[in-house]
């Protein structure tokens, strides 16, 4: 069955970086678009950023745009978020995204919070 595990979250001063990894499973990975979502409390899950399967095509929120990078690595089965210059409204819990023509498939979640 289809499952997605991320990793990378944590702790980061404002300003700092982290990478988020998502390991794909059960499915043909390198024939897949991927996204990245995220939901902080008291707001809707918010896309990030996406990817084609080829990985030539990306897509980013008006509010990452410039300051996250994803990418993917089809022989790992993998999609990455690279996340600079981060900022306090950056503290989520960022999920990777399978999308299909139902509801998609989910991750459980890595937490990110930017604080001092």
């Known amino acids: 069955q289809v499952q997605l595990v991320e990793s990378g979250g944590g702790l980061v001063q404002p300003g700092g970086s982290l990478r988020l990894s998502c390991e794909a499973s059960g499915f043909t990975f390198s024939s897949h678009s991927m996204r990245w979502y995220r939901q902080s409390p008291r707001k809707e899950r918010e896309f990030v950023a996406g990817?084609?399967?080829?990985?030539?095509?990306?897509a980013y929120s008006n509010s990452v745009k410039g300051r996250f990078t994803i990418s993917r690595d089809n022989e790992k089965n993998t999609v990455s978020l690279q996340m600079n210059s981060l900022k306090p409204e950056d503290t989520a819990v960022y999920l990777c995204?399978?999308?299909?023509?139902?509801?998609?498939?989910w991750g459980q979640g890595t937490q990110v919070t930017v604080s001092l």
């Open positions: 990817i084609t399967s080829t990985g030539e095509t990306t």
């Open positions: 995204h399978l999308p299909n023509s139902g509801v998609g498939y």
